[in-house]
């Protein structure tokens, strides 16, 4: 069901920066606010970037989220051993009428 | 504490119905909707629906519309998932979230884990 379409993984050595992609259509990333969420091992999805680039109380600056055209990026600075898990992109679809996940990328800290 | 307390792991045949909970505590239950997302053993997350604890409007995905129903009881801050006939492939973890700022889900529940066999 997943529209939204992320690169299965990425990695980085700790304190490097890592990138995340997330492509959408026009329906989805193209019209409407982008959500990022991380998931840690057997845990619930934690909210990390709402509105394409705001953090929740809480989140560090570290990560952080821009959107441009149908496409979004969640960047992760100063890269941690625990950020090494899976992080998913979401959005709402027009055409779909609901809520889209992306396919999740699953960060590797080196 | 703001917080979403589902029910606990269940285990059943095919064909049995089902209703998981999810309560909510710390805050106005019935000022955000409630979405539900299942998450398949070693698969990603898929968006179920959500519903308006006020007036149980709802807003189903359609890969689950028909598949299964949605309700609260806002006398006691707790929504609802329902099975009416359990398949195999139903087998997943199930979460409930509070939708807050515009669709982003800023609050989950734990989890129920849902085991049909």
């Known amino acids: 069901q997943s529209v939204l379409t992320q690169s299965p993984s990425a990695s980085g050595t700790p304190g490097q920066r890592v990138t995340i992609s997330c492509y959408g259509t026009?329906?989805?990333?193209?019209?409407?606010?982008v959500y990022w969420y991380q998931q840690l091992p057997g845990t619930a999805p934690k909210l990390l970037i709402y509105?394409?680039?705001q953090r929740p109380s809480g989140i560090p600056d570290r990560f952080s989220g821009s959107k441009s055209g149908t496409s979004a990026s969640l960047a992760i600075s100063g890269l941690r051993s625990e950020d090494e898990t899976d992080y998913y992109c979401a959005a709402w679809d027009d055409s779909l009428r609901g809520y889209v996940f992306g396919t999740g990328t699953k960060v590797t800290v080196l | 504490e703001v917080q979403l307390v589902q029910s606990g792991a269940e285990v059943k045949k095919p064909g049995e119905s089902l209703k998981i909970s999810c309560k909510g505590s710390?805050?106005?239950?019935?000022?955000?909707?409630i979405g539900w997302v299942r998450q398949m053993p070693g698969k990603g997350l898929e968006w179920m629906g959500i519903?308006?604890?006020?007036?149980?409007?709802?807003i189903y995905s359609p890969s689950f519309q028909g598949q299964v129903t949605m309700s609260t009881d806002k006398s006691i801050n707790t929504a609802y998932l329902h099975w009416s006939s359990l398949k195999a492939s139903d087998t997943a973890m199930y979460y409930c979230?509070?939708?807050?700022?515009?669709?982003?889900?800023?609050?989950w529940g734990q989890g129920t884990v849902v085991t049909v066999s």
């Open positions: 519903i308006d604890p006020r007036d149980s409007d709802t």
């Open positions: 509105r394409n680039n």
């Open positions: 710390g805050y106005s239950f019935t000022s955000y909707w």
């Open positions: 026009s329906s989805n990333i193209g019209s409407n606010y």
């Open positions: 979230a509070r939708r807050w700022i515009s669709d982003a889900f800023d609050i």
